[in-house]
C-alpha cells in the first residue's frame, strides 16, 4: 500500500520554494529522515531553510516535487511503499512550532537595512540565482558570526625544512616526485596540536548546561571551493592516517564535492576545520568558524622572506595562519599557544612530530 508523504503545517507560510531533494526514487527511508529542505521568506527579510523530514518509513515510490517547486501545506512530497509505521498523532504532523520559532528568529536575525535606491537607478544591472550551496552556507554562516565572539590570532611560521622535505618526496618503485600539498603536513600539525590542547576538538552546544563536549576523535573539516559554493568534507581519523593516505584522500573527497556526490553526513561531525587559500594567495584572513566547532584554521600562502634566523638573515620559506576562536571558551593565551603548537609540529622537527 502507498502512502503519501505531504508538506506538513508551515506556519503561515505559503508557496516556499524547494531548495533540496535529498532522497530518490528507490530510496529506503526511515521516520524522520530529511526528505526535503525548503526556504521560508518573509518580505523585506531575509530567508531561512527549514529540513522537511518524514512521518513514515517505506521505499520512494514517486517523487512528486523538483527543485525550485513551490509548495505549501498539504502539497505532496512524495509517495512511500512497503511496511509503513502509522504516526500515532497526526498523518501529517507540524513542523514544531520550535523548528518555525528558530527559523524565525533567523529570520529576524538575518534582517539587513533596506537600501532606499535600486541599483538599476545608477546604470545597467544583471540579476541572477544565487548557487543553491551558497544559499545553504548563508545561515550557517550568519548562525555562526552571531552567536560566536570570533577573535583571530594571526602567526607565521618557518616551514623551510618541511618544504625542503615535502619536494624530495618520491615514490619508491617508480622514483616519481609524489604530489602532496602543504595542507597534509597541515593536518597533521593540526591533530598533533589538537591532541595537546583538546579544548580546541570540542563543542559548546549546550552552553545553557554549561557543558563542554570533549571530542576523541580527530575529524578533520577542509574547506573546498567549487563552483556550487563552499563545502567542508571531513577526513576521518586523520590521527590514524599517513601523509600519502591523507594527499590521496583530500584529492577524492574535494572531487566528490566538486562533482556534488558526496553525501550530506561527511559534512556533520567535525574536529575543527582547516580553510587554505594557500592555493591562491593573500597573508591573513579572518576565517570563520564552522558551528558547532570552537575554532578554525586559516592558512595562507607561503612566502620565501628574510628573517632573523641562527643569528643570521637568512631565507626561509614562510607560511601564514590565522586562527578564529570561540571566545567564550578559548582565550587569547591559548590561542597563542596553540599556534605556538603549530609552529613546533611544522617546524624544523616537524618530522619526528609527525611521527607522533
Ligand atoms: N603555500 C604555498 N603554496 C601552497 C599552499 C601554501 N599554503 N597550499 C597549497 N599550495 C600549492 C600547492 O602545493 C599546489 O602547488 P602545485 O600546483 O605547484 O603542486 C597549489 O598550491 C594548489 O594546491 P591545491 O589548492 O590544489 O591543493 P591543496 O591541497 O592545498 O588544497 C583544497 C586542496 C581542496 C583545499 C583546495 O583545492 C581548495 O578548494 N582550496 C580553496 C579553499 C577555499 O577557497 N575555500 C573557500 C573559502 S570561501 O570562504
Request: aromatic share 8%; glycine share 6%.
Amino acid at each position: 500500500m502507498s502512502k503519501q508523504i505531504k508538506v506538513p503545517d508551515i506556519g503561515d507560510f505559503e508557496n516556499v520554494e524547494v531548495i533540496e531533494i535529498l532522497v530518490k526514487q528507490g530510496d529506503k527511508v526511515k521516520k524522520n529522515d530529511t526528505l526535503i529542505t525548503i526556504e521560508l521568506y518573509r518580505k523585506w527579510k531575509n530567508k531561512s531553510s527549514v529540513e522537511v523530514p518524514s512521518t513514515e518509513e517505506g521505499t520512494v515510490e514517486n517523487l512528486n516535487v523538483n527543485i525550485g517547486d513551490r509548495v505549501s501545506k498539504g502539497d505532496l512530497i512524495l509517495t512511500l511503499s512497503g511496511e509503513i509505521i502509522k504516526d500515532k498523532e497526526n498523518n501529517i504532523p507540524p513542523i514544531t512550532e520550535k523548528i518555525i520559532k528558530e527559523a524565525e528568529s533567523t529570520i529576524i536575525k538575518e534582517k539587513v537595512i533596506k537600501i532606499e535606491y535600486s541599483h538599476s537607478d545608477f546604470g545597467e544591472v544583471e540579476i541572477k540565482d544565487m548557487p543553491r550551496i551558497k544559499r545553504l552556507a548563508a545561515s550557517h554562516l550568519i548562525n555562526s558570526w552571531t552567536t560566536i565572539p570570533h577573535a583571530t590570532h594571526h602567526d607565521e611560521i618557518d616551514i623551510t625544512e618541511m618544504e625542503e622535505f615535502r619536494n624530495s618526496l618520491a615514490d619508491n618503485n617508480t622514483g616519481e616526485k609524489l604530489k602532496i600539498t602543504p595542507l597534509v603536513f597541515i593536518i597533521k600539525a593540526l591533530v598533533g596540536a589538537l591532541k595537546k590542547f583538546p579544548l580546541f576538538n570540542s563543542s559548546i552546544d549546550e552552553l545553557e548546561n554549561g557543558k563542554i563536549t570533549y571530542k576523541k576523535y580527530y575529524h578533520i573539516g577542509i574547506a573546498v571551493d567549487t563552483s556550487h559554493g563552499l563545502m567542508v568534507p571531513k577526513i576521518r581519523d586523520a590521527n590514524n592516517k599517513s601523509l600519502k593516505h591523507l594527499g590521496d584522500e583530500l584529492r577524492e573527497v574535494s572531487e566528490k564535492c566538486r562533482n556534488l556526490k558526496i553525501d550530506k553526513k561527511e559534512f556533520y561531525g567535525g574536529s575543527m576545520t582547516i580553510l587554505s587559500l594557500g592555493g591562491i594567495g593573500g597573508s591573513f584572513f579572518t576565517p570563520i568558524i564552522n558551528y558547532p566547532e570552537v575554532a578554525i584554521l586559516g592558512v595562507s600562502k607561503s612566502t620565501k622572506k628574510q628573517v632573523y634566523f641562527q643569528k643570521n638573515f637568512q631565507t626561509r620559506t614562510i607560511l601564514p595562519i590565522s586562527l578564529s576562536y570561540d571566545h567564550r571558551i578559548v582565550n587569547d593565551a591559548e590561542a597563542a599557544r596553540f599556534c605556538n603548537e603549530l609552529r613546533e609540529n611544522l617546524g624544523k622537527n616537524f618530522a619526528y612530530k609527525l611521527a607522533i
